[in-house]
Each structure stands twice: as C-alpha cells, then as structure tokens.
C-alpha cells in the first residue's frame, strides 16, 4: 500500500464537494433530527463497504463495457433522486418539531432512514466506478492485494462516515435556525429539492466513463 496520506486528501476533496449523500444527510437532519440523519450515515456507509466489495471482485468491469448494465443502474438512482426531490417538495414540514416525542414504530423510522441512505449512493454507478478506479491507485501489486483493498476500503468507510456524520450535526443546527425563520423554511425545501432534482437529471445524463 503506498500514499495513504494522499489517499485520505483524495477522499477528503470528494467528501466535501456537494453530492446527493450530502444533500439527503442535511436534509434527513433538519427535517428529521440528527439521529435518522445517523441512521442515514450509517445506510450510506454500507452501501460504500458494498461498493468496495464490488470493486475488489470486479463487477465494476461489467458497468463499464456492458452498456445497458450501466444504463439500468444509472437510470434506477436517477429516478430515485427525482422521486426523493418530489418528496420533499409535497412534504407537510422540513423542519422537525422541537422536542417532539419518537412514535411508537421509531425503530421502523430509523430503518427507513438508513434504507433511504443505502439507495441513494448503491443505486449510483458512478460510485461504483469510482472505488474501482481510486483504490487501485494505491495498492502495492507485489504485496498481499486483499488486504491492501480491505485496509483502503475501510479508510473510505470511516472516511465518508466521519464527514456523514459531520453534516448530521450542521443539519441539525439549520434545522434548529430555521425553526425561527418560516420564510427560510421555505427558500430551504426547494434548495433541496432542487439540487436532489438536479443531481438525478445529471445521473440520468451521464455516460459511461
């Protein structure tokens, strides 16, 4: 394994670029509360330590020269993103109510939110071909290859977890502030709801790399 260094910077610059993972944590926290936005972190996490699994026995080679497997996945996360846009528009509130008692079905709820987190990045492709791509970069072929990638694939878990989970808590103190703001409530629902619409049209949109 060599520059782990550089392959944590790597990570760090994907990780603080806007994407669909972070628009749904900030989202599922300001609407929800701080922990089905841990729920979140935690569904999108698994979905990434599949990606990795995927990348190290190669089913990223069929994404990228069997076109129309490409195009299902692609397609399946972008109308995903569209519907989670669709849904927070004709949502009630974003904004969780302050102190309000966890339902009965919470674990449910809970379930629900690490679900939505586990679709949105293993329905994504591009996430997909990215692991297989990154991970690689930094693998020493002369020494043991399995453990290099189960070493890497960890470091991007952890990675993407500890960021999740950082925008967990920002999320929460939007939605805290926006409580105060009806107006702000508002400019907030479509912010999000456009962005998650526009990262499943550029979904849609994309080719194979």
């Excluded at 970069?137 to 290099?148: E, I, K, P, R």
């Excluded at 805290?176 to 526009?198: A, D, E």
């Amino acid at each position: 394994m060599t520059n782990l260094e550089l392959f944590i910077g790597a990570l760090v610059v994907v990780y603080v670029v806007p994407g669909p993972d972070m628009v749904l944590v900030l989202q599922t926290s300001s609407m929800q509360g701080r922990w089905h936005a841990v729920a979140t972190a935690l569904g999108l996490a698994l979905a990434r330590a599949a990606h990795v699994l995927l990348a190290a026995i190669g089913l990223a080679v069929l994404l990228k020269t069997v076109s129309w497997a490409f195009d299902v996945v692609r397609l399946a996360g972008a109308l995903y993103l569209i519907w989670l846009a669709v849904k927070i528009a004709r949502a009630p509130s974003l904004i969780a109510e302050a102190c309000a008692p966890l339902p009965a079905s919470s674990t449910r709820a809970y379930g629900a939110s690490a679900c939505r987190g586990l679709l949105t990045n293993i329905s994504n492709p591009k996430a997909l071909l990215f692991c297989s791509v990154l991970l690689p970069q930094f693998v020493d072929a002369s020494a043991d290859v399995a453990g290099q990638f189960l070493v890497l694939g960890s470091v991007l878990v952890l990675t993407g977890l500890l960021f999740d989970l950082l925008y967990a808590m920002l999320g929460a103190a939007l939605g805290h502030w926006m409580r105060r703001y009806p107006l702000l409530q508002v400019v907030q629902r479509w912010t999000f709801t456009t962005l998650l619409m526009g990262f499943g049209l550029r979904l849609a949109m994309a080719t194979r790399p």
